[in-house]
């Protein structure tokens, strides 16, 4: 099956700090998703993105489906934004979710 | 926006018991899901249900486990005879499952946490 890897397992920065975060997968994807799971355990979606860039805020993501890599940014961090960011993708014909290890990001005030 | 209900956030359960998780999909979504997350693990696939049936199910979705749409809305997950390893955060999720749709993604509810002493 398809291998979905995100890359740090673990980010700890200043407030204000901008951060990059990575997913790579192994095979194409019909469907790519970010995830973030805030303190109490809720999967937040943050973004639905197979290909091309896309903002939100503070926060953007972009996808390079034909090198098999997303990449999730976040500019000028607060405490809020900590918890743990989830990749997770579909492949053709097959209608599930796979999710990678994610991401621990620690915002320190 | 529209959101995936789930149904009680927190059960504590005594080994042995059997558990019934429930969750309210999106009124228009066709496929529906059940994860699992053990603490501080990846969040992994149980099942997916389309049209009343299930469509896949992973090696965890063994016999101990059980998916039904009683009615219109609600979708459960019950799980016999618990054990101390089952004890993980159980997310439901549902997707239109439209392929190039507008809105195609998969929206999660916010979990139910399941501890088995």
């Known amino acids: 099956g398809i291998q979905v890897e995100q890359s740090p397992p673990d980010l700890i920065l200043q407030e204000g700090a901008n951060s990059t975060l990575r997913c790579n997968f192994s095979?194409?994807?019909?469907?790519l998703q970010w995830f973030h799971q805030n303190p109490w355990g809720q999967l937040i979606n943050l973004f639905y993105i197979p290909s091309g860039t896309k903002q939100n805020g503070r926060l953007s993501a972009t996808t390079v489906a034909t090198e098999r890599y997303s990449l999730l940014y976040i500019s000028s961090s607060q405490t809020t934004d900590s918890g743990v960011y989830f990749c997770a993708v579909t492949v053709d014909g097959d209608d599930k979710i796979i999710f990678g290890k994610g991401t621990r990001l620690h915002i320190l005030p | 926006e529209p959101e995936v209900t789930q149904t009680p956030s927190h059960q504590v359960t005594q080994m042995g018991q059997e558990v019934i998780l429930r969750c309210v999909p999106i009124?228009?979504?066709?496929?529906f899901y059940w994860y699992r997350q053990i603490l501080g693990q990846k969040v992994e696939f149980l099942v997916s249900f389309y049209n009343n049936e299930i469509s896949e199910k992973s090696e965890i979705f063994d016999d101990q486990f059980s998916v039904e749409r009683p009615d219109g809305s609600n979708f459960t997950l019950k799980i016999r005879s618990t054990k101390l390893e089952d004890s993980a955060m159980y997310f439901c999720a549902s997707s239109e499952f439209i392929t190039g749709g507008p809105n195609y993604g998969y929206t999660f509810g916010s979990g139910t946490r399941l501890t088995v002493v």
């Open positions: 095979d194409s994807v019909n469907n």
């Open positions: 009124s228009n979504h066709l496929y």
